[in-house]
């Protein structure tokens, strides 16, 4: 079978490998070819600004989650690494999707079952790609699958058992609207069967929109009703049984205990029984730029939330902390989504911002309108450490919640957290 391979990043390698391991002829279609990405010796390749008008012929064009499905044009049929998973995984798929705290949600289910004593492979954007893992995984194996929305697009299979997280505007400069963002949502409840079920957010109405669709089952997490998990008096329950102390759970932020009770609730699922929640909620102790606390200097704490690249990841973060004074660090590239909310909840809160990035004009221009103090850095980050540690209080805290992507100054989220955090070092 004549197979392309449509983008070549760290999604096209996977595939690569995994197609040319099953011996098929393929090709790496790309309009470039990253540095840290170099094409295979002796690959068969097109390259170039024109490469996606060149796919016809090809049996299988093998799309990256990056690229718009719309963007390929062919006589083949349009695949995507995520697709053969879903076709050939032996094992039954947890899938988690939502606008934030799917990396947190993935990983907590994953510490609870592993603690029980299940063999658990955590794939997608949390972990490795896919398809490198699939020869790894064995029926009696449990997947968790972390799935964005440009993994969804044109999903042909729904998993067993997922999870919507909360859900809001992002990824607005990929999708045309919100319309379609949650369309490309719902592709991980629209093809449940009845013996299928999905867990959705109780209160955000884009999550129930998403989880509508398809004949599993539905279910709230994190209130009583529908006899899951949620969170009273400081302690986790089900169905007003006690689990464990809230206590057990080592990360922070409110946010963070609606996805204990979601990862919770679906463990509780496929365990039967919560006896190794408590255990597995300590094994975990947060993930890199998912508000870290990187040090205390004179009296003021750091933390990197580089993760956070919504609005709504930087008003969580901003909630995180009580009554202690704050300075959020906002800005970055611009995903389309509005400001408004997280510059009201700095005014709410009486925090100072530091603004940066392609659109810290922005941002600080909403934030004068606001009547929100707020300094513009346009320099590298010990320049923004700097000031936001000028801004800080003692017994404050400095946040990198940017609310917005990366790209316009740095390789990635997490390359712009190692900055933060070497920058704080550096004090």
Known sequence: MKVAIAWYGAEGQSSYRYFTQLGHDVTIVTPRVASEFPLPNGANAIVGDDAFDQLNGFDLVVRSSSVRPDALKTDGKIWSNTNEFFAHCPAPIIGVTGTKGKG?????????????GKTVHL????????????????????????????QLWDIQQSPHVAVVLMIEPDHLDVHRDMTEYLEAKAGIAKFQTPNDVVFF?????????????GEGKKLRYGIMDDGQVYVRDEGFYIEDRFICS????????????E????????????????DHVEAGLRAFSGLPHRLKHVRVVENISYYDDSIGTTPGSAISALRSFGDAPKVVILGGFDKGASYDAVVQE???????????????????ALCEKAGVRACRVVGRMDEVVAAARAEAQPGGVVILSPASASFDQYK???????QFAAAVEAL
Do not use: M, W
């Open 104 to 116: 947190t949600t993935c990983s907590l289910i994953a510490s609870i079952l592993r603690a029980a």
């Open 123 to 150: 794939v997608g954007n949390i972990g490795a790609p896919a398809l490198s893992q699939l020869s790894l995984i064995t029926s009696d194996d449990i997947v968790v699958y972390e799935l964005s929305s440009f």
């Open 201 to 213: 957010h109780p209160t955000n109405d884009d999550s129930r929109q998403v989880a509508s669709v």
């Open 246 to 257: 809230t206590g057990a759970l080592q990360i922070a932020g409110v946010h963070n205990l």
């Open 259 to 274: 996805n204990a009770c979601a990862a919770i609730s679906i463990a509780a699922l496929i365990l039967g029984a919560t």
């Open 346 to 364: 700095c005014y709410r809160q009486g925090a100072s911002v530091v603004a940066i990035g392609q659109n810290g004009e922005k941002i600080a």
């Open 412 to 418: 990635s989220y997490s390359d712009r957290g190692d």
